[in-house]
């Protein structure tokens, strides 16, 4: 693990600031997304078939972002991209993928996903040192719940899998979108509205 | 229409205040869940298979409200349920399933979603004039977009339509979910960070 950490650079995974979200809202708002057991074990399978996958679907998710002015700002300042921002947050984002299949929803992974809510927001250009667009403002957040989940059915169904083993990898991805992303809301949101 | 308006008690569209986000940024929005022009064709469709099942859809996601304690607190006080204010509420939320499926996304429909993100926050209980939870926090709202999207899929296969067609109403459906709650969060927001 320690070697991974060092390997993408930014990546503090267990290294960041408690998250205000506590596991026992965390079991709440899994209920919420209707998250089971069963979804633990198809992220499980997921995490398999995307793991020599992810730079081709980071092609797809990069390619969706460069096609529009006003998603790939936010890499960059001025409509100036900034090249080394976008390779060291695509690999870990890349990261991200993996670790949303394979990590246990505990304490340590609630931290982080704090930390990027941050890094969407406040702490934005500092990971990288860069000087780009000072916020990525919330409503893509949200929106990007979207082509996050629907561009990831055909990577799911690539390696011959049962339609309903992809329907049922494909929904354990909606859901646990769905949640990272609420939980990276919560640096945006008035106090005590979260 | 106005005999439609009278007939849903609070039920304000066409008459609230003008929503801070314009036409331009929700064409924006738009792009961003990949919203289409087919997709305003398959939410007609869907609109035409829901017409009669709003009910039906009702009862599933009021069960799952009622069936989760954290979930059914906001409509009441201290774990009190308010079954009048239940049913109203309930009203307008099928009214807001047919909006969707047939509304244009015009600054009137704009301005609506920006009166539901209030009545989910700071307006609350005012519409119904009733003594509930004074706000329903952020991170089920977003969170909802999991159960409103996932309930809907045998509603819209009911009616005997073809897989590729139900799978095309239900990536519609799904974008168009995520569009409003987007909209919705306005309020929740900090100050130019939406
Ligand atoms: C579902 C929505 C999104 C997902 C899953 C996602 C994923 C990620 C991940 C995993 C990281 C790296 C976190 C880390 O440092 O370990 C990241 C950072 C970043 N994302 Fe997102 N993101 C989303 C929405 C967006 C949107 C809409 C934009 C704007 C186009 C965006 C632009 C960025 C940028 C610029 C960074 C670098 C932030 C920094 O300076 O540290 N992201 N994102
Ligand atoms: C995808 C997420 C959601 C959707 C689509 C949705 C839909 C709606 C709609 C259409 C209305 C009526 C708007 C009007 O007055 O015309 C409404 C109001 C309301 N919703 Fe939601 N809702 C969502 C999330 C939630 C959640 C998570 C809760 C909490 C359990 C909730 C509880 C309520 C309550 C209590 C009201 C009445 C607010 C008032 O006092 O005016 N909603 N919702």
Same mark, same amino acid.
């Given at each position: ?8 650079? #930014?990546?503090? %995974? #267990?290294? @960041?600031? !408690?998250? !205000? @979200? ?17 979804? @633990?074990?198809?992220? *499980? ?27 790939? *700002?936010?890499?960059? /300042? +001025?409509?100036?991209?900034?090249? +080394? %921002?976008?390779?060291?947050?695509? *690999? ?12 246990? %929803? ?12 941050? *890094?969407?927001?406040? /702490? ?9 667009? !000072? ?50 809301? %919560? !640096?945006?949101? /008035?106090?005590?509205?979260?």
């Amino acid at each position: 693990m320690q070697t991974q950490i060092e390997q993408i650079p #930014g990546y503090t %995974y #267990g290294q @960041v600031d !408690p998250s !205000p @979200v506590s596991e026992a809202d965390l079991d709440l708002l899994k209920q919420t997304v209707l998250f089971s057991d069963e979804d @633990v074990q198809y992220l *499980r399978l997921a995490g398999i078939i995307l793991e020599d996958q992810t730079d081709a679907v980071l092609d797809v998710w990069y390619g969706f972002v460069g096609a529009h002015p006003h998603l790939a *700002r936010y890499f960059g /300042k +001025n409509n100036n991209l900034d090249a +080394n %921002y976008l390779a060291n947050v695509r *690999r870990r984002f890349g990261k991200w993928i993996m670790d949303t299949c394979t990590r246990a %929803y505990d304490q340590d992974w609630l931290n982080y996903q704090h930390e990027i809510g941050l *890094r969407h927001l406040v /702490k934005k250009n500092q990971t990288d040192g860069v000087d780009a667009e !000072p916020i990525i403002h919330f409503r893509y957040l949200v929106a990007f719940i979207v082509p996050i989940t629907a561009t990831i059915k055909p990577f799911l169904a690539s390696k011959g899998h049962s339609a309903s083993k992809v329907e049922k990898m494909y929904a354990a991805w909606f859901k646990a979108t769905t949640l990272t992303v609420t939980l990276w809301c %919560y !640096p945006y949101t /008035k106090a005590g509205t979260f």
